[in-house]
């Protein structure tokens, strides 16, 4: 299916807090026919206000959609994804976390591709227009060569007993947080900008007492041409953004002739070496959807890949390399000591 002027008939499996930027996403884009969402309590899927289904089997038996999205929590990836191969979709996005471990990805991965059926990780913050414009930015050399780059998370949404309760009340529950359910953005984001870390290193701890998994801690990652990225996150502390979840904190990517700085607006500012001010790369805006719009950002692009053929990022094969460094991230955090080996994703 690579033609310009066809549509793709897309199913939703999930109706929970997130899906509502999935579904916003899809009803903007004028290439795609929405037949159906599923969900468990299907009164949720009906107030999409699409066909609703309770079963996986029977939406994809009655709508035959060309595209899957799964938009439910991990332990449910690897059997929707079978059923859907087993009825012949031939395009799935699963959100992140992906999979319950490294090694039911990996096996869901291997059967995906013997299927010849491809799998696209939703890990949408690379999508986001500030990163995108940074990536941009460093593509034309405007600092020079990089040597730092850091992100400080602050959320703001982590202090107290009544901590996550109004939005997503499970995460006082994960075992492991800030890394297996947020900062795995950055490692993605890290890839993304700069390529694959040669080692990392981390230290994680737990500030509020009423959850159960990390709320703060920070990563390093080294690359083999000495750049250094720095993840610095504490979701009890915020930043200066009228909204802390449009990028969820602050970012500095510094070169031997400028800075590129991130605001909690999302704009993106350049700053010459020695010089006092900066010019704005990317103006700050009222963005449309979930950060930045990052959401419409990945379907676009996987919509453009199926239809046009394009290009896609983050397919399941290349997103393992994600699982296997938040691995060795924890594994750091518990040995204490610097990882260089990431497994073999």
Not at 78 to 84: K, L, S, V
Not at 136 to 144: E, H, M, N, P
Not at 200 to 228: S, T
């Amino acid at each position: 299916m690579k033609n310009g002027a066809d549509t793709l008939r897309v199913a939703c499996l999930g109706a929970g807090y997130f899906a509502q930027f999935h579904y916003d996403a899809w009803r903007r884009s004028s290439r795609v026919h929405l037949v159906g969402a599923c969900d468990s309590d299907r009164d949720k899927a009906k107030a999409t206000g699409l066909t609703a289904f309770g079963e996986l089997d029977c939406m994809l038996k009655m709508a035959k959609p060309d595209l899957l999205d799964i938009i439910t929590p991990p332990q449910t990836h690897r059997a929707a994804i079978c059923q859907a191969i087993d009825h012949g979709v031939k395009t799935i996005i699963c959100q992140k976390p992906f999979c319950t471990s490294f090694e039911e990805a990996q096996t869901v991965t291997e059967i995906a591709e013997a299927a010849g059926v491809t799998v696209v990780v939703h890990e949408n913050f690379r999508f986001q227009p500030w990163y995108r414009t940074i990536r941009q930015a460093l593509d034309t050399d405007l600092i020079g060569d990089v040597l730092q780059l850091t992100f400080r998370l602050r959320t703001g949404d982590g202090q107290g007993p009544e901590a996550y309760l109004d939005r997503q009340p499970y995460f006082q529950d994960m075992p492991k947080l800030l890394i297996h359910e947020t900062g795995v953005h950055w490692i993605d984001t890290f890839r993304y900008l700069f390529g694959e870390p040669s080692a990392v290193y981390a230290d994680l701890r737990k500030l509020n007492p009423v959850i159960k998994g990390e709320d703060a801690g920070y990563f390093i990652f080294d690359y083999d041409n000495g750049v250094r990225a720095l993840f610095d996150g504490n979701r009890l502390l915020d930043h200066a953004a009228e909204n802390c979840r449009t990028t969820l904190g602050e970012a500095l990517v510094e070169g031997t002739r400028g800075t590129l700085s991130l605001a909690g607006d999302g704009s993106v500012h350049l700053r010459h070496f020695g010089d006092l001010e900066a010019t704005t790369l990317l103006a700050a805006r009222s963005w449309t959807g979930f950060g930045g719009d990052c959401v419409k950002n990945l379907i676009d692009h996987v919509i453009c890949g199926v239809l046009d053929g394009a290009p896609l990022e983050n397919e399941a094969r290349d997103y393992l390399r994600v699982i296997a460094i938040e691995r060795a991230i924890y594994e750091s955090d518990s040995t204490g000591r610097k990882i260089r080996e990431f497994g073999h994703a």
